[in-house]
């Protein structure tokens, strides 16, 4: 039988989700019109992205919970691709260029990589947030989820898949 303290904790685990869920299906707020500095490519506007399923993962080159998410986004970029996926890599406004550069080739990643210059950092509110921050766009340019630090690799699958399924 469950003690009193565990049920609470319980109720207050399955609330905790339930609010996750509800921010994920819930009303959606316009992704800011930021434009990106893509590492040896042309630049590329959110709303130039429009139809598509969007990660746009903010990430540094000294955070080793990055590395981590990086491999599991350049999975999921290569298997919904095809679908409407696209994943943006933003680095930090203070990592330098090169060593920008540097991570995405020794990396081999399958998306662009854009450089911050300070406004897509302001443009989502990221405040004095640590990367990795994960946002995740549906089709119409809309945020529907913000994950901060390291996300689930299921649970992030499962967000995709069900952003993929839904048309604007």
């Known amino acids: 039988m469950m003690?009193?303290?565990h049920k609470l904790i319980l109720l207050l685990a399955?609330?905790?989700?339930?609010?996750?869920?509800l921010t994920f299906l819930g009303k959606r707020q316009?992704?800011?019109?930021?434009?990106?500095?893509?590492?040896?490519?042309?630049?590329?506007?959110?709303?130039?992205?429009?139809?598509?399923?969007?990660?746009?993962?903010?990430?540094?080159?000294?955070?080793?919970?990055?590395?981590h998410t990086l491999a599991e986004l350049a999975q999921l970029h290569r298997r919904y691709q095809a679908r409407g996926l696209e994943t943006l890599a933003v680095a930090m406004v203070y990592d330098q260029p090169r060593q920008v550069a540097s991570y995405a080739y020794a990396n081999s990643l399958p998306f662009r990589v854009a450089q911050d210059d300070g406004s897509a950092a302001r443009g989502?509110?990221?405040?004095?947030?640590?990367p990795p921050l994960t946002f995740l766009l549906d089709r119409s340019g809309r945020i529907a989820q913000r994950l901060p630090g390291k996300?689930?690799?299921?649970?992030?699958?499962?967000?995709?898949?069900?952003l993929l399924a839904e048309r604007p």
């Open 124 to 130: 989502f509110a990221l405040g004095s947030a640590n």
């Open 151 to 162: 996300p689930d690799p299921g649970r992030l699958r499962a967000m995709v898949e069900k």
């Open 14 to 21: 399955v609330l905790a989700m339930s609010g996750a869920m």
């Open 3 to 5: 003690s009193r303290g």
């Open 30 to 67: 316009a992704a800011p019109a930021v434009e990106l500095k893509v590492l040896g490519a042309p630049g590329v506007s959110l709303a130039q992205l429009r139809g598509k399923v969007v990660i746009l993962q903010f990430w540094a080159t000294t955070c080793g919970d990055c590395d």
